[in-house]
């Protein structure tokens, strides 16, 4: 029949062969002639191309290349195949080189062509078996059952694991961008390591690499002696732990290995292949995961020699008590602890027991804490004989030089103290991401000390089916499809913004499914469905709109104060047990806003059974006695070393972005309130008080539905709308679950929206509505820096217990001092102040001296106003430089060089002065130019330059911040520029550098007279604080230019952008210091022309 429907072309030569065929346009075109690719080179128009005698149609319809679906009846001269890329012209083409290797294939393919019913195109690929009819050639099975006889028989049963996919084919897979994915299903550090001590390490390393790496590990294996606190010889690294098990392994040779399931997989997978006889433990049902000792001994009594225990257990999370592992030390085996997620739990390491058992072997890895998971280290501690037999039989080189040396860097300080607060980070949203998972009624996550929440599923609930649907919205979860664990799902602790997409998609996934078994969930359904989190303190993408700040414990430090009063009244009353501990837990507990109240609680529960209960008017009174002081012995109150947490420059920050928007909401006395607010010079930042004389305290709505009304924030049925058009965050801050309670209540009571600081969807906020939300700070433990050091174990674990607490009551972020706080309120690009901004007294040069106007400026910061808002033009500055001819005289005959100016504009109006001998100039110091970030680098000039800097400047700052630095390093140069007068006896040149942390930057100044300026500061943000990073080499080549000086300045090294700006102003400050100084006679110029 396939006869009688063909036809033969014949043409003079290939060439016409060829054209014939493009004019055809066949659904399928072989080319058996010589030189075939030469010729299929030629030709254009097919559906599929089948090049030389073994390329048959038919393999292309079964499974090598194209298939049925390709274009027909000539339509090939436009179309391809029909596939996802059908709008494109697609030819396919096959060639097989490998005609003994493709045997298979042809036999498939005959095998399918008779199932359809196709013989011609059987006959067409029997024709390409090389032994015509024969399934399998005689040789190929004589090769394949040789081997089969040579490699191990048991090779169908070795387990194979199945680890998770790499990030590209992941995103591949789902369609998306690799930032898009929330990765959560490989219990993986997201925060990375990647220090830039550790990057310079590995850098350093790979110039090395031509060298094999240290075999005895020596350096790496001597500070982690120091890190755990062993010796040298007890300890070995390998390759991840997963070399280590191996090397377990083969050290011990057991014939039969015990373990409880589930546990990590490959302790299965190593000893299948040692060919052992494995017996698997069920562990006790959830929530405990209860340990059987008992059956693990029996094993091990019947002749097991090698037991396997995760603690913390992996997927589980739970640890195992060290009285159990005593138990199992005491039987005639080798223990062996895997403490991969040792670093992520409060609960004891099993290297307590090394001095009493030689039989236990501890296993860490770098790949979790320390985030280096696919550089693959980590070691063993041991007995030295055993650690002595590892070192034998392991691989010379298992450890590679990048591994080696990034595993070194980050047992170093400052690197281990920054991976430990990331650590720290880590389990502060291991407590959000369960209160979060605990909310949604279809999840039951279980109690953990790993870095992961396992969470079992309801039984009306397909987990696969959830975990299916969150990876297709790109949040990636772990499913182990096991007997055991098939109803639960594990999700990674990632960053803040990664939890918030898992939640966002929870609930829209319940709302489509069981919209029914929601109920007020601490999230917000518009939360962000895109991670854009690099750290635990990744800034808002939405400006401030308002502040509420709880009082104690977040504006006053009162761990020595108001708990200090608590503790000694209870033991006032016979209840001495009470100790700063119990006052946190009780606070824990909630309904403690009221310190008397808490007082009487804590005395009820703890007082001694003889001691008699005081009535509440006595603990109050001698609680007053205690905190303010006893009038009558002259003794000294707690109150007295109360201390201001944020930092002021920081509040002033705040009251300017907010447009003063600002209000304290506190259970404390309003007399008490305002006398610390007045103390710390805060008051005006915040018009609004809410105290105890007004109403019912927190947990209950109302101090913070009060705060609301009085900002006029609270409008009919919610948040009213901000009428400047451009609405924002409304932030509670508090320290304790009833502050975001109260938050949460209010918000729920008035259908006002809650929103998380990173959220994309920022539309609203740009429609003119504000949304709440709520942030924690932990009780702080902090530097001068206002960074918080490290805690006790005791003190950790009251810190988690406490986030856990507040981040069930709906708080987005807990975090642990005021810095981390200031990060995430400041909207991206923006930072907190570094320092202090001190307050600046004016120093007289001589008693002849009057300075006017400049009282004001010298005894206070920057004073509050609505720089950032907008307003009808500019409005003048509050402060005037108002120098006499008296006092310009005085000045001059004290030899003090000063210049000033007065710039106005339709954009700016300025007030500046500069004074080149610092302290004994007519100005002190004090810069306000409504942009922070520049307040501060201007003062790093007058402070590391020895001299006196006033800057004054109110700016069309609505607009942008281009205006106001500009004509601020206008105005600065000019002042400069003044103060230098002929610029004879000066030195001219000057040269610094200036390191700050990780930065270092070099300055060169020459007061040529002649104004150019050359940077290279490499920044990488957007801003730094308010000062937009473009407008920084532009202030200082305005200030070079008006300065009429040639200033070069560039950042050689950094990776922090604040850093690298503020070490590069301080060392154009000294490199200016240096070119200013008068080193020889006034007449003198410093120049060969003559004049500068």
């Not at 047990?577 to 310190?595: H, I, M, P, Q, T």
């Not at 002259?634 to 930092?647: H, P, V």
Request: charged content about 25%; hydrophobic content about 40%.
């Amino acid at each position: 029949a396939a006869l009688e429907n063909s036809f033969a072309i014949v043409v003079p030569s290939l060439d016409d062969c060829c054209r014939v065929a493009d004019k055809i346009a066949p659904e399928h075109l072989e080319v058996v002639t010589r030189g075939s690719s030469d010729v299929a080179k030629k030709l254009k128009n097919f559906g599929g191309l089948f090049i030389g005698g073994t390329a048959a149609e038919v393999l292309g319809d079964y499974g090598i290349g194209p298939n049925h679906t390709l274009p027909t009846r000539g339509t090939a001269k436009y179309t391809g195949g029909l596939s996802v890329f059908h709008f494109l012209r697609i030819r396919t083409w096959l060639r097989i080189d490998d005609k003994e290797g493709c045997q298979q294939a042809v036999r498939d393919a005959a095998a399918l062509a008779e199932m359809e019913g196709l013989f011609g195109h059987k006959r067409s690929a029997e024709k390409r078996l090389l032994t015509p009819g024969v399934s399998v050639t005689p040789g190929r099975e004589m090769q394949i059952d040789r081997v089969s006889r040579l490699i191990r028989a048991d090779r169908g049963s070795l387990l194979k694991y199945t680890p998770v996919k790499p990030l590209e084919v992941l995103a591949e897979e789902i369609g998306c961008p690799v930032g898009h994915l929330a990765k959560l299903d490989a219990s993986e550090n997201l925060y990375g390591a990647m220090l830039p001590a550790v990057a310079e390490a590995m850098q350093a390393a790979s110039r090395k690499a031509h060298i094999y790496p240290d075999p005895d590990q020596g350096e790496l294996r001597r500070r982690l002696a120091r890190y755990t606190g062993r010796r040298v010889e007890e300890i070995v690294a390998g390759a991840g732990s997963d070399d280590l098990i191996d090397l377990v392994f083969r050290v011990v040779k057991p014939q039969k290995v015990v373990y409880p399931v589930p546990t990590f997989p490959m302790y299965r997978f190593f000893g299948l292949v040692e060919g052992c006889d494995l017996v698997e433990v069920p562990l006790g049902p959830a929530p405990d995961f209860s340990l059987d000792i008992g059956a693990i001994v029996e094993v091990v009594r019947s002749g097991a020699r090698l037991v396997w225990l995760a603690s913390p257990n992996n997927p589980t999370g739970r640890a195992v008590s060290l009285e159990d592992l005593r138990t199992l030390l005491k039987e005639e085996c080798v223990v062996v602890v895997d403490e991969a997620y040792a670093e992520f739990s409060d609960k004891p390491s099993a290297l307590e027991l090394m001095d009493e058992f030689s039989n236990l072997v501890i296993l860490r890895t770098f790949s979790k804490w320390a985030g280096l998971a696919g550089l693959r280290c980590g070691f063993a501690v041991a007995h030295p004989a055993i650690v002595q037999c590892i070192m034998q039989i392991k691989i010379p080189y298992n450890l590679n030089v990048a591994a080696d040396a990034a595993a070194c860097v980050s047992l170093d300080e400052p690197q281990l103290g920054r991976l430990m607060k990331t650590v720290s980070d880590i389990k502060r949203e291991r407590a959000r991401l369960a209160s979060l998972l605990a909310a949604f009624p279809f999840l039951d996550p279980i109690p953990t000390d790993g870095n992961f929440v396992l969470a079992a599923v309801s039984e009306k609930i397909d987990a696969a089916s959830l975990v299916a649907y969150l990876k297709s919205k790109a949040v990636l979860v772990r499913f182990f499809n096991t007997p055991l664990m098939k109803r639960f799902i594990r999700v990674s602790c990632g960053r803040p913004g990664d939890t918030d997409k898992l939640a966002a998609h929870l609930f829209l996934w319940a709302k489509e499914t069981a919209p029914e078994a929601l109920k007020p969930l601490p999230v917000s359904p518009a939360l962000s469905l895109c991670p854009m989190q690099k750290g635990p303190s990744s800034s808002s993408s939405v400006p401030p709109f308002a502040m509420l700040f709880d009082m104690d414990g977040v504006l006053a430090d009162v761990s020595n104060s108001y708990q200090q009063a608590i503790v000694a009244t209870c033991a006032l009353f016979g209840a001495s047990s009470v100790d700063l501990a119990a006052v946190s837990r009780e606070k824990r507990e909630g309904d403690a806003n009221n310190d008397w109240k808490l007082s009487e609680r804590l005395i009820k529960k703890h007082k001694k059974p003889e001691a008699r209960m005081p009535s509440y008017e006595e603990i109050v009174d001698a609680f007053q006695v205690l905190y303010r002081g006893d009038p009558k012995t002259g003794k000294r109150g707690f109150c007295e070393t109360e201390s201001l947490i944020f930092d002021r420059s920081f509040l002033f920050e705040l009251f300017q972005q907010t447009s003063g928007r600002m209000a304290v909401v506190t259970g404390r006395p309003r007399e008490e309130a305002n006398k610390f607010l007045c103390q710390h010079d805060i008051a005006r930042l915040f018009p609004v008080v809410v105290c105890m004389e007004d109403g019912p305290p927190k947990p209950n709505p109302f101090p913070v539905l009060k705060a609301l009304e009085l900002l006029g924030l609270k409008g009919k049925g919610g948040m009213a709308s901000s009428p400047s058009g451009r609405g924002g965050i409304v932030w509670m801050i508090g320290d304790t679950p009833d502050d975001m309670k109260a938050m949460f209540s209010a918000a729920s009571s008035e259908g006002i929206a809650l929103t998380v600081p990173d959220c994309q969807d920022t539309q609203w906020a740009q429609r003119g509505e504000c949304r709440m939300s709520g942030l924690g700070l932990l009780h702080p433990r902090t530097n001068e820096e206002g960074d918080a050091v490290v805690s006790s174990q005791e003190e950790r674990e009251e810190e988690e217990a406490m986030a856990s607490a507040i981040y069930r009551e709906g708080a987005s972020r807990v975090v642990e001092c005021w810095r981390d706080a200031a990060e995430i309120i400041l909207p991206e690009g923006r930072s907190p102040p570094s320092v202090s901004l001190q307050q600046q007294q004016q120093t007289s040069f001589s008693s002849s001296v009057n300075v006017l106007g400049l009282q004001e400026a010298a005894a206070s910061t920057a004073t509050p106003s609505n720089r950032g808002g907008k307003s009808e033009g500019v409005s003048s500055p509050k402060l005037k430089i108002q120098l006499t001819e008296k006092t310009k005289a005085a000045a001059a005959a004290s030899g003090v060089r000063f210049g000033t100016v007065s710039r106005v504009t339709k954009e700016t109006k300025i007030e500046a002065a500069v004074s080149l001998e610092g302290g004994r100039g007519p100005v002190g110091t004090s810069v306000s130019t409504g942009v922070g970030f520049l307040d501060h680098m201007v003062e790093q000039l007058a402070k590391h330059g020895r001299f006196d800097i006033v800057l004054q400047c109110s700016g069309d700052l609505h607009i942008d911040d281009h205006h106001t630095v500009e004509d601020c390093g206008i105005a600065l140069g000019q002042c400069f520029d003044s103060a230098l007068g002929t610029r004879g006896g000066l030195a001219r040149f000057g040269t610094a550098y200036a390191p700050l942390d990780e930065a270092l930057s070099r300055a060169v100044v020459d007061l040529s007279g002649r104004g150019h300026c050359e940077t290279s500061l490499c920044l990488q943000r957007e801003k730094v604080g308010s000062l937009s990073t473009e407008m920084i080499p532009h202030f200082l080549s305005s200030m070079a230019c008006a300065m009429r000086s040639t200033v070069h300045v560039d950042v050689l090294r950094g990776e922090n952008d604040h850093h690298r700006v503020e070490s590069s102003f301080k060392a154009l400050a000294q490199a200016l210091r240096q070119a200013c100084a008068q080193t020889g006679p006034a007449g003198e110029v410093p120049s060969t022309k003559g004049i500068l």
